[in-house]
């Protein structure tokens, strides 16, 4: 059932095309006018409207424009949103190195240090062990000594912004051998163009997650010490060595005694101590560079919101349990969307078994159902976004999987990212606003998306937000825009406003960019408006809270309040692909579904049979 208008509806289609400008039409409208002055009218759409196949064409148009450019900045930035400088190696190359801080396990510490991240209390435990604290200085000082001194350098001088590409080289080349935080960090900030340049993005995407492996001895250790029980009462079966190893852990594959594949993840050791050690010393870095009002950016701001979901990573049983909540939310819509099982038995803090998946990256699998997979994709991250605010936050082409039976699966639940009803809402509303070229609706979207802090003054912004979506909806699209000028007058904007790209909206790009760039490969057409507004549509149409049936009769009714039949045909239209395009790629599910369904009615036949 469909929410209600709330309007008076038309059989008829209008349009303000010429073609169709006919008496007949004229009677048409007047026919279906309400009685009262007051109540809404039907009529044309406004002039200024903006169609879905306008915008997929103006969208696709200016993605060619971009590609094509000269402009090298364009270039890169477009690149780095795709997840096209990714390193998606299984294992590190041979000199890479890595320094953690074990060798304070012994002295106890561990109970000692937050399992949750809380700074005060980081604060308080590493303000009393000075020495451990020096020593890790000294250690990071050993690796990455001329990389800081040239940055405090850029700093006195002035010149932070024109050596920023020559400090993320240097940066991307030492800081694998940092250490976990550092990793994290780097490739967090390798998605914010509102702190770094195109170009330094690029060279920080090229950072590589993956370390050589530590001892497998160890690490059966910390399986014995975790679970309560050495290894091979635990496991049938594991592989001698691990299959792929990262900053914060590896990987083993094995088999279960009761036959089951699995994937055994076991954390470093010292990963806890070096990780807290190191957030300790880059928030007293923060705190100092606060005294330099020059500097926009609060590093401290920044370093507790990242924080704060990297400590997540640390807990897998929080992973595995973020895995479980996933697949129930994808399986009403999207069953055919596969995630790993978690064995929570089997799942500590610092070990996760979970089901082992065959299959290849989808951002290198040849299959002809690669574009449909991508469909799917798309569906999965907005339903995420737009539907249960349980936001995939690892967006990386390694971590989206074609089965050999052709279904998508999603690995990697360590990092999640919650999206509150306010933004769900404020996406679609920007969304419906967009389409009817609302450009004051807009700008408050703006302020409703965390873009703009409330209170600021928005007017100025207007008269450039109305330029910068004119042209680009406008017939000829990208072809009418002046890159140099946008970028210059979108500068100006961040330079005036306290203009921001909330965290949340960083990893949406990134995640929608990357399932674009694998999309683009077998299909040059692709259009991601083509592929998201079905997905809008059916929220709009089936969802009953109170904002998305608002967004419903301005999506079809405008800011005028005039009924566009067009419109509604565009979602009905849209709703009945997404009918379609969700029940795609879904692998052997329906045999499977079928030999089961009959296997039971067989066991009912042959038990009716055995009690007569």
Request: glycine share 6%; net charge negative; with cysteine.
């Amino acid at each position: 059932m469909y929410p209600k208008l709330g309007q008076q509806s038309c059989s008829g289609r209008c349009s303000n095309s010429s073609s169709r400008g006919s008496l007949q039409q004229q009677q048409h409208v007047r026919a279906h006018q309400p009685a009262q002055p007051r109540r809404r009218r039907v009529a044309c759409a406004a002039a200024t409207k903006t169609s879905v196949s306008q915008m997929s064409a103006s969208m696709k148009e200016m993605r060619s424009s971009m590609e094509s450019s000269e402009n090298e900045q364009l270039k890169v930035l477009m690149a780095g949103f795709r997840g096209q400088n990714l390193d998606e190696s299984d294992f590190a190359s041979a000199n890479v190195r890595m320094s953690l801080v074990t060798d304070l396990q012994d002295a106890g510490l561990t109970d000692a240090l937050p399992l949750a991240y809380d700074p005060e209390a980081i604060n308080r435990y590493w303000d009393t062990r000075p020495t451990a604290v020096i020593t890790r200085i000294t250690q990071l000082m050993g690796i990455a000594g001329n990389f800081i001194s040239g940055l405090a350098l850029d700093v006195a001088q002035g010149k932070l912004k024109d050596n920023e590409v020559k400090r993320a080289i240097q940066l991307r080349d030492i800081v694998t051998s940092l250490g976990p935080a550092y990793i994290k960090l780097g490739q967090a900030l390798s998605i914010r163009p509102d702190i770094l340049s195109p170009a330094a993005m690029n060279e920080l995407q090229k950072l590589c997650d993956k370390v050589p492996s530590f001892d497998s001895a160890v690490a059966m250790q910390v399986i014995n010490d975790e679970l309560g029980a050495p290894w091979y009462e635990i496991y049938a079966d594991l592989t001698p060595e691990p299959i792929a190893a990262a900053s914060l852990g590896q990987v083993y594959r094995g088999r279960l005694k009761t036959g089951e594949e699995v994937a055994v993840k076991v954390q470093r050791p010292g990963v806890l101590e070096t990780v807290t050690v190191d957030l300790y010393i880059i928030r007293k870095i923060g705190l100092f560079l606060r005294k330099f009002p020059q500097l926009t950016t609060d590093v401290v701001a920044l370093l507790d919101e990242w924080a704060a979901r990297f400590f997540d990573e640390l807990d897998y049983v929080k992973e595995g349990r973020n895995a479980t909540i996933f697949a129930q939310q994808m399986a009403a819509d999207l069953p055919q969307v596969v995630v790993p099982s978690t064995f929570s038995e089997l799942t500590s803090r610092r070990v996760l078994t979970v089901s082992w998946l065959d299959g290849e990256k989808l951002s290198q699998s040849k299959a002809d159902d690669v574009g449909d997979l991508v469909n799917i994709g798309v569906i999965c991250y907005l339903k995420q976004l737009l539907d249960t605010g349980f936001f995939h936050a690892d967006p990386h082409p390694g971590n989206l999987i074609r089965t050999p039976d052709g279904r998508l699966a999603v690995l990697d639940f360590g990092l999640m990212t919650q999206v509150d009803d306010d933004i769900k809402f404020g996406m679609i509303e920007a969304i419906s606003h967009l389409i009817h070229r609302d450009y004051e609706a807009i700008v408050q979207d703006f302020v409703t998306l965390q873009f703009i802090p409330p209170g600021t003054d928005l007017k100025p912004i207007l008269p450039v937000l109305a330029k910068v979506f004119d042209q680009a909806l406008e017939g000829g699209g990208a072809k009418n825009i002046n890159f140099q000028e946008l970028a210059a007058d979108l500068a100006q904007i961040t330079f005036d406003y306290p203009f921001r790209i909330p965290p949340y909206f960083a990893l949406i790009i990134r995640a929608i960019g990357v399932l674009e760039g694998i999309a683009l490969v077998g299909d040059p057409e692709f259009a991601l408006v083509d592929e998201a507004y079905p997905y809008i549509a059916k929220r709009l149409l089936t969802d009953e809270s109170p904002r998305l049936q608002a967004s419903l009769r301005y999506m079809v009714y405008g800011k005028q309040g005039i009924f566009d039949a067009d419109r509604l045909i565009d979602l009905l239209n849209a709703f009945e692909s997404f009918a379609v395009a969700s029940q795609s790629s879904r692998g052997d599910m329906d045999q499977q579904a079928a030999g089961a369904a009959a296997a039971y009615g067989n066991g009912r036949s042959s038990g009716s049979s055995s009690s007569s």
